[in-house]
């Protein structure tokens, strides 16, 4: 009742019933070809110098950046981290392939679980399915393989990203997820998030501080696979 | 929310004579301006993204029942559901019975105007559930029954020595004698505090910034984690989210964060820009059970094909609040209902009626700092104008004021004498003055002399100067 009455208002606002159909179909055209706005020119560069804008901007949010030219120097990265951080060898991980098949096991030290995190995991390990150069952001799609909560409940987040997967504008990232992780006629992934930083909050007396209830440390660990991207 | 908006000149005497409120307006008042403004000279296409901004919502507007069926179908094929409420009554109830439903004993809630605009939490106390407000500065709020001052940086009217004193008061079960060395050990007992309000949880209420039609999504942002941490842990979702907040298409949805952002915080993005669609699937490990979307008009839809639709634009960013001087002096509590400062002046009359808020929309200098900083280029000034022809019209304007404009009218109607009283009169103001300069009291206006003084005029009216200026010219 709620919805014809609100529908019903509407549209004596706009002085007409409800769409013809000729225009309904204009609209569903449009709906289908999502079109694009103006990109702004800052992340139309070439290769090399969009890591370097990821990169920076990344590091201008205060999150912190490890390359490596491989993926097998991920564990030792990772280990090397959360000791220089006085953190514990342990994180919960995401279950995912491009994650299991690092050579943890070079680092006989680190103790992993993996699935979704919970409350006492100190550390959490992210798979990265894409990064935005424009303005330093990680594409964190939820699922199976890549759980919600390790986003969120850790102090410490590592994003294991590579660099083959960062694209300049957020538009070229939703047009991976569209071509990847929507079906034909099918759903968003339940869940994605975007995230520019570690958490933060302005609340007392206008001041910045780090870690309000998300993690306090954004470390991304990017893999230089792509060879057009190396300077 | 009662609305204390006929009230406002006595708030506003009151904010003005509030030393802490002004401690915190004098450290706020120049950093807002500051970083959007750095924010966008940092991005040179930002004008034209405003223009954008605008058309998209305008497209929208002029299609919202197209774009609210298509939504509302989409969010119940990805398994949510959808609740359409007229009233905010409608609305607290399927909220209530959401809960009841859940057997919901505490709810987590993100940062939502809307859910001020109803009411939220006195209704579910009401009822035995406990809302438990997760923003930092909501949750600050909360503790002290304070509403928020301003609709992204709520409690920034607060200060240290408030937050330190309302966490010793409420958090009693910590040592009495504990110190707060810096900020972030406050921050750091919320934190703590909260982390077990998010994991007790049955129910998390969110806003929502963006309700995205082709794919049935809802978006928030936030710096914090709250509302993620609100919307992912508790088995059940409710959105709160009102009818203007739609937009077509993801890429829509993408070109207005551009400009959301920088010019809230003057970030050149949010930390968390997180999209929900329905509730958790199959194969999913984490996410909440139920996915439900509470569509409020509540007025909304009453605005359109008027001459306040383009208010429907807003974005909820707060640069018009963070740029009037007016805001900047008195605070956000003055103005009395939900929304404060510029956008609040022309929302609220729509909302509670003008004839509770009259004197919001006369809360102006008409600067036009808000129209000229707006993302979406909504007129405030002219709306605010319209706002006071109505309440002209309806005879809500005081006696002293109509008569003033009556009399104002007479000679504006007869050019002739106009000009002869004016001359007259700055002729004499002009002798008066000369020695001065100025003058610091005025009979019949003592209230403008009390704040200001009035610069002596040199004896010559605009409309004489105006006459010689363009004698000479043509000369």
């Not at chain 2, 223009?51 to 029942?65: A, R, S």
């Not at chain 2, 509302?227 to 203007?244: K, N």
């Not at chain 2, 699937?281 to 605005?303: F, K, Q």
């Amino acid at each position: 009742m709620s919805k014809e009455q609100i529908l019903g208002a509407i549209r004596r606002g706009l002085r007409r019933g409800p769409l013809p159909e000729d225009q309904a179909m204009a609209l569903r055209a449009r709906l289908a070809a999502h079109p694009r706005h103006l990109i702004p020119a800052r992340s139309r560069l070439p290769r090399p110098d969009q890591i370097l804008l990821f990169v920076r901007n990344l590091e201008k949010e205060f999150a912190t950046v490890a390359r490596v030219p491989e993926a097998d120097a991920v564990p030792g990265v990772v280990a090397d981290y959360l000791a220089a951080q006085n953190l514990p060898p342990s994180f919960a991980m995401a279950p995912h392939p491009e994650l299991q098949a690092l050579p943890w096991d070079s680092r006989p030290l680190l103790t992993r679980r993996e699935g979704r995190a919970e409350a006492s995991d100190q550390v959490t390990v992210q798979h990265g399915y894409a990064g935005i150069a424009e303005t330093g952001t990680l594409m964190l799609p939820g699922g199976p393989r890549r759980p919600t909560t390790l986003n969120l409940l850790s102090e410490t987040e590592i994003v294991v990203l590579r660099a083959s997967r960062v694209v300049g504008a957020y538009e070229e990232a939703f047009d991976l997820l569209r071509a990847e992780l929507v079906p034909a006629g099918g759903m968003l992934p339940r869940n994605v998030m975007l995230v520019t930083g570690p958490s933060r909050s302005a609340d007392i007396e206008s001041t910045l501080e780090l870690g309000a209830h998300g993690p306090r440390r954004l470390h991304v660990v990017l893999i230089d696979d792509d060879s057009a991207a190396l300077a | 929310m009662l609305a204390t908006s006929p009230a406002f000149k006595q708030n506003a005497a009151h904010a003005m004579a509030d030393a802490g409120l002004q401690k915190a307006l004098a450290r706020t008042r120049p950093q807002f301006p500051a970083k959007r403004a750095a924010a966008v000279a940092n991005l040179p296409e930002f004008e034209q993204l405003r223009e954008i901004g605008k058309q998209i919502k305008n497209h929208t507007l002029t299609n919202l029942d197209f774009y609210l069926e298509t939504f509302a179908a989409n969010v119940e094929r990805a398994g949510g559901h959808v609740h359409w409420c007229s009233t905010a009554d409608d609305a607290r109830a399927a909220v209530l019975n959401i809960c009841q439903q859940a057997g919901a004993r505490t709810v987590t809630k993100g940062k939502s105007m809307i859910s001020e605009e109803l009411g939220i939490n006195q209704h579910l106390e009401a009822h035995d559930i406990t809302p438990v407000e997760t923003d930092l500065g909501e949750y600050i709020l909360q503790l002290r029954d304070e509403p928020p001052s301003h609709i992204i940086a709520p409690a920034f009217h607060l200060n240290r020595e408030d937050w330190e004193a309302s966490f010793r008061k409420s958090h009693t079960d910590l040592p009495a004698d504990r110190v707060f060395h810096e900020r972030r050990d406050i921050l750091t007992e919320a934190r703590t505090r909260l982390r077990e309000k998010f994991l007790a949880a049955d129910v998390g209420i969110t806003g929502a910034n963006f309700l995205i039609a082709e794919t049935g999504t809802s978006v928030i942002v936030t710096n914090e984690g709250n509302g993620d941490l609100t919307q992912t842990l508790p088995r059940v979702h409710i959105v709160l989210a009102s009818i203007e907040k739609t937009v077509p298409t993801l890429e829509d949805t993408i070109s207005l964060l551009r400009l959301l952002a920088r010019s809230a915080t003057g970030q050149d993005f949010s930390v968390y820009t997180t999209f929900s669609t329905g509730p958790r699937r199959a194969d999913d490990v984490d996410g909440p059970a139920e996915y439900h979307v509470i569509l409020l008009d509540n007025g909304r839809s009453a605005m359109m094909g008027t001459e306040f639709q383009d208010m429907l634009r807003c974005i909820r960013c707060a640069a018009c609040l963070n740029h009037c001087p007016v805001y900047s002096t008195v605070g956000g509590h003055s103005y009395g209902w939900v929304y404060p400062g510029p956008m609040g002046s022309v929302l609220t009359p729509a909302l509670i009626g003008v004839d509770q808020s009259a004197l919001l929309p006369n809360a102006s200098t008409f600067c036009g700092k808000c129209e000229s900083v707006c993302p979406m280029k909504i007129p405030l000034p002219g709306m605010m104008r319209h706002w006071r022809e109505k309440e002209f019209e309806r005879h809500l304007t005081p006696a002293t004021v109509r008569s003033g404009l009556a009399v104002w009218a007479w000679f504006a109607r007869r050019p002739a004498v106009y000009r002869l009283a004016t001359r007259a009169g700055m002729w004499t103001l002009g002798l008066l003055g000369r020695k001065k300069g100025k003058f610091t009291k005025l009979p019949l206006a003592g209230g403008w002399t009390e704040g200001r003084d009035l610069p002596a005029p040199e004896g010559e009216t605009f409309f004489a100067r105006y006459a010689r200026e363009q004698r000479a010219g043509r000369a």
